[in-house]
């Protein structure tokens, strides 16, 4: 996938001789400066999504879930679950 990114001027210099500096194209450069961003950046929840913690209510076991989860399976050759 192409994607096209407008830089501005006062940073082309910039991006160009840090790009140089690792022996890169200035597109590999921004590249790699994406990756390592989406790498190193941890996931984040919702306040929504954390507020659903301990909310699940259940009068079955961890292990009678299971059980129901594996019969009601299609797929008969996928694992047990443990």
Known sequence: MK???YVPKELEGRLREKAEE???T???FVQSLVRERFEQEP???TSAF???AGSWEDERS???ICRE?????RD?????LR
């Open 3 to 5: 994607i096209s990114v």
């Open 26 to 28: 200035p597109s590999r």
């Open 69 to 73: 989860l594996e019969q009601s399976r």
């Open 76 to 80: 008969a050759s996928r694992s047990v």
């Open 50 to 52: 954390a507020g659903l």
């Open 62 to 64: 961890a292990e009678e």
């Open 43 to 45: 996931r984040r929840f």
């Open 22 to 24: 690792r022996s890169m």
